[in-house]
């Protein structure tokens, strides 16, 4: 700066080309200062100050400047190199992870630190080149807190700018902590459905579970999950309807969850299934004996054998039993005169071979029948009864090797006839549009019966559902919700129908917030005519009695103002007669004074029946202007006749309101069209009637 040619504010700058722009000497400030604005790396060094004078001598000062470069932005890595950003992984449990951050630049070298949301974690960084500087974070093994943890790589090298920083967080795959089995170790029964729940947890994403027996894996299998916040108690169900065999006694079965994203990650449960099952026989010649060797009088020996869970209690033999009735057998038939049937008979015999015999019996005498044939074990004989008296009992007798059966199978012929009706007609299952009726069946008439149910609709008397079955159960649907309907059960056979088995019933109403759709807001709602009916006779009787209140109470406060209203023109109408007595004098006052009241007394009495609160006094207009203000006091002054002893008194009379303006005080002066007093010597000219509203004491 050359300041020579006149004063330092007009002086001259210049500055060398790596600072043009960027430099200016301040003389304004004291002691003057060298700017530089942007600093950059370069500008590092030893500043030198030189001032020359006229007259004294030339003056040296020196200033050190050093430029502090921040670094940059840290870079986070793997061990493959690979750039890591906000949410990284997942990483598996119990794995190891690897963290490298790296600084580059800055002046002086940054220090680069990691942390654990706010807690330090690793400051060993190292300088790989005069540019670089890097941590590495090692985590030995990464557990469950470690879940969404963030870590973040810090660079800095001053301590006057914010430190630089990169952040990652961490997303990590779980194990299962556990599986069970409910109601595991209880025995099965074989060829019986069992249900098997199983139950895994801990797992991150939720566990797979799968069902093993025997080494083999299960595939009939239902899953439904639920999840943890903490993803920690995250729970996986499994559901295995199983259906066990003799040869799965003994075997193995184990419920396994397993996250497939984490190798060895399998946990299991399990037992050794205890199947129940009846006992499995096999009978053989001795191990040594040959069929073609076995003469009369030798030994023969037998091995029977067992296969039971749980063992056999009891072992018996027997040799060439006699024939028994199939216990499993139709023993009722039902037919009409000269209408034949067919009766089967079946026996359970050791050998089969076996002969058979027919009688009838009626209690009146026995007929052997000989029309039937045979093949086996069994034996159907073909019988028409021709009168009343061919109704009775067929008894059947087979006869095999070990010899005659002991006691015959029966069978009654009745004559045949409509069925009677289904038994104890229940109602299971009910819903909001279905329902399931069962019953038991009731005698079928002496011939094969199947059964129907029909629905009618309860007001319309209409068939809506018609439904034939081979046993007496019934599933009907499609029905409307809150609705009574009326079904009828019948047993019908070749005869005809039964009676009806009447059952009346009602379908469940659907919940408010089940009758919104996906199209839109619908709300089903039925109402039951006697209900509309009811409702309409109560808020009649509620209208009623609302009336006759209300006339009671207008009444009564009617009355109540008439006999206050009676009252008060009683006493005034007495008052007014006072007043009346000084209209002889000249120019009465409003309110005469004492020496103008014929009475003494009079004036004390009129003051006392005055009341100031009766609103009945004033005018409809006057309260009309009343109800106008807040809060305000009316006084009323009537200017007194010159020859009134009281001219020189002021008399008011006074009139107190509920309201008072918020402007203050108003003054409305009001002439009036005709005299106050009414005697010949009042001077009408000088009546005036003022109200003056002033502020209540209140």
Known sequence: MDARQGV????????????YGRAYFSVVDRPAVLILEPVSAGDAGTYKCRVDFRVARTRYSKAELSVIVPPMKPVITDV?????????????????????????????????????????????????????VQNIMVIPELKREHLMNTFTC????????????????????????????D????????????????????????????????GKKLQSAKKRSSFDANHIGNKTTSVLIIKPNIDDNGKYLSCRAENPLIPGSAVESGWKLDVHYIPQLS????????????????DVYLDCTIQANPPASEIVWKFEDKPRCNRRQRLLYGTARNEPVKVSCEVD????????????????HVVDITDYNSEKSKSVAFYTPRTQYDYGSLLCWATNSAGLQDIPCVFSII????????????????SESSFRVECLEGFNGGLEQHFMIEVHDKYLKAVLVNITAKKPIFLVDGLSSGKTYTAKVSSVNSKGKSQAVVLKLDTLHVLETETLTHKGIQWNVNV?????????????????????????????????????????SNKYDQAQKHFASFSSQKCPDIIPGDNQLPDSSTYEDMKDDYDPHVEDLWSPKERKESDNFSSREFEMQVSPCHSSPLATEEHSLLRKENAWPPGGKQRIVESLSRPVCTGPLCDIDQTELSYLTRQTDV
């Not at 504010?9 to 790596?18: C, I, L």
């Open 8 to 19: 330092t504010n007009h002086s001259r700058h210049s500055s060398a080309d790596t600072l």
């Open 80 to 132: 493959n190199g690979n750039v890591l950003e906000s949410l990284i992984g997942p990483y598996n449990e119990g794995e190891s992870l690897t963290l490298f951050c790296e600084s580059e630049g800055g002046e002086p070298p940054s220090s680069v630190t990691w942390w654990r949301d706010s807690n330090l974690v690793d400051e060993s960084f190292q300088i790989i080149s005069h540019s670089v």
């Open 154 to 181: 810090q660079a800095t090298n001053n301590n006057q700018s914010q430190p630089v920083s990169t952040s990652v967080t961490i997303d990590m795959n779980f194990k299962p902590l556990g599986v069970w089995i």
């Open 183 to 214: 109601n595991n170790n209880r025995p099965l029964s074989a060829e019986k459905p069992s249900k098997l729940v199983c139950h895994g947890t801990g797992s991150r994403p939720i566990a797979q579970l799968s069902w093993w027996i025997g």
């Open 283 to 298: 009978l053989r010649l001795g191990s040594k004996l040959r069929h073609s060797h076995i003469q009369e009088d030798n």
């Open 349 to 364: 015999s050791d050998p089969a071979s076996v002969k058979f015999h027919w009688q009838f019996n009626n209690s009146g």
């Open 415 to 430: 004559p045949a006839g409509v069925p009677d009706p289904p038994q104890n007609c229940t109602v299971v299952n009910k």
């Open 528 to 568: 039951s005519p006697v209900l509309i009916i009811l409702t309409g006779v109560t808020g009649g009787l509620i209208l009623v009695i609302i009336i006759i209140f209300l006339t009671l109470r207008y009444r009564t406060t009617h009355g109540q103002h008439s006999k206050e209203g009676d009252l008060k």
